[in-house]
């Protein structure tokens, strides 16, 4: 029975492997045996391996032990778990933050807690799985807007029944376009609809925003937006997730959000690694201004070869191909040029819209980012895209 499904992904080149490193994560990694150029990470500053992060992974545990021993509310609440949250709240700039094991874990235990049975949630197109899976866990109505269409939105919430719970749900810099959610006007159509806006910054997170604070700062409506969530996972290069926001929610999502009562807290190392990396955001400017230049190199690179791209204003550069077979086959000759960018297929992102999806980070080189534009160059023509 499975071998019959699995047949049906390998035909339509849909077939998901892993693809084990033979080291850690980093600008370069050793693959299949040689050192190649990695353009598939999200550890955006290079925190994952900073030796400030790491230090405090290392001192945690020795202090605290590999694991937390239980759930946050029975005995897992261990002083870097309120260390990091204090981090978070002041770093971002609400009253508290709340820790979750993952992004996905906190999209799934928020989004049900926002609206139920008899509400709506009306979501962009491209939201990620794990908010699309919240939606779903709530039992509300569930709708899809175009991306960042909001006069499509707009038609919607003009269409609903009269006082009906409403949240609206967005990605601030979408994960797999790399383009910005159109803040302002969702936050306009917010209130003059009177729906709830979630907004889910996992990428935007660390690099968005004069001080990295994430997608809300840079468009200035911090005001307007009193929580939202990200994740740790990311630019911050550790893992877990937060919510930021008012004390009353904190509270609130402290007694019902059953992936944070029914889960075992953070390890330390963890918590603490994702804390010290909020400090070195603060405290390294130039990492955010040497990924933006690694960024503007890298995209005026693809534009110049001709390649299809979307609306991304980020270090998140997707190369347009269409088919999930092309795609499969451009990330294959990139790998035997020398650089790892792996292809991003259905159901990830719509149907046709297959694509390799480069990120750059603050610790490639120009030289890195000049070979990964040749080896660009020559699979595009090996196969047929240029
Ligand atoms: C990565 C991601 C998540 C999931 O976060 P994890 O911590 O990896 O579980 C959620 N939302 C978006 C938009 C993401 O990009």
């Known amino acids: 029975m499975f071998q019959s499904r699995l047949k049906q992904f390998a035909d339509r080149a849909l077939m998901r492997r892993l693809s084990p490193l033979e080291s850690g994560t980093g600008p370069t990694i050793q693959y299949a045996g040689r050192q190649v150029i990695l353009l598939s990470s999200n550890d955006y500053l290079g925190l994952a391996t900073h030796p400030d992060v790491v230090r405090a992974a290392i001192h945690a545990t020795e202090q605290y032990g590999a694991g937390s021993g239980?759930?946050?509310?029975?005995?897992?609440?261990?002083?870097?778990h309120m260390h990091l949250e204090a981090s978070l709240a002041a770093f971002k700039g609400t009253e508290a933050a709340l820790l979750f094991g993952a992004g996905y874990l906190a999209n799934i235990?928020?989004?049900p807690n926002l609206v139920g049975q008899g509400g709506l949630i009306l979501a962009d197109r491209l939201c990620h799985a794990s908010l699309i899976d919240g939606c779903r866990l709530s039992r509300a109505d569930f709708r899809i807007f175009r991306h960042r269409d909001c006069a499509h939105l707009e038609s919607l919430l003009r269409r609903r029944r009269a006082n009906r719970p409403t949240v609206i749900i967005t990605e601030g810099l979408f994960?797999?376009?790399?383009?910005?959610?159109?803040?302002?006007?969702?936050?306009?159509?917010?209130e003059r609809y009177e729906a709830t806006l979630y907004v889910d910054d996992a990428h935007g997170t660390g690099i968005m925003g004069p001080a990295g604070r994430g997608t809300i700062e840079h468009f200035g409506l911090e005001q307007q937006i009193p929580f939202h969530?990200?994740?740790?996972?990311?630019?911050?290069?550790?893992?877990g997730a937060y919510i930021v926001g008012p004390n009353d929610l904190i509270q609130y999502l402290v007694n019902v959000?059953?992936?944070f009562i029914f889960t075992t807290a953070l390890p330390p190392a963890i918590a603490a690694a994702a804390a010290a990396a909020v400090a070195v955001i603060q405290r390294e400017p130039a990492r955010r201004m040497r990924l933006w230049s690694n960024r503007q190199r890298l995209f005026n690179g693809v534009q110049k070869l001709g390649f299809r791209t979307t609306q991304t204003v980020s270090p998140i550069l997707p190369i347009l191909v269409g088919d999930a077979a092309t795609a499969s086959a451009l990330a294959e000759r990139l790998l035997t040029h020398?650089?790892?960018a792996s292809a991003i297929r259905p159901p990830t992102v719509p149907d046709g819209t297959s694509r390799i999806r480069f990120t750059v980070t603050s610790e490639h080189t120009t030289e890195q980012i000049d070979e990964a534009l040749h080896a660009l160059?020559?699979?595009g023509r090996e196969t047929g895209l240029l």
């Open 70 to 80: 239980a759930s946050r509310l029975i005995s897992g609440t261990l002083p870097p």
């Open 377 to 379: 160059d020559l699979a």
């Open 229 to 239: 969530m990200g994740t740790l996972s990311k630019a911050l290069g550790s893992h």
């Open 338 to 340: 020398g650089i790892y």
């Open 257 to 259: 959000a059953r992936p």
């Open 175 to 190: 994960s797999m376009d790399g383009d910005v959610a159109p803040l302002s006007d969702l936050v306009s159509l917010a």
């Open 109 to 111: 235990g928020i989004i």
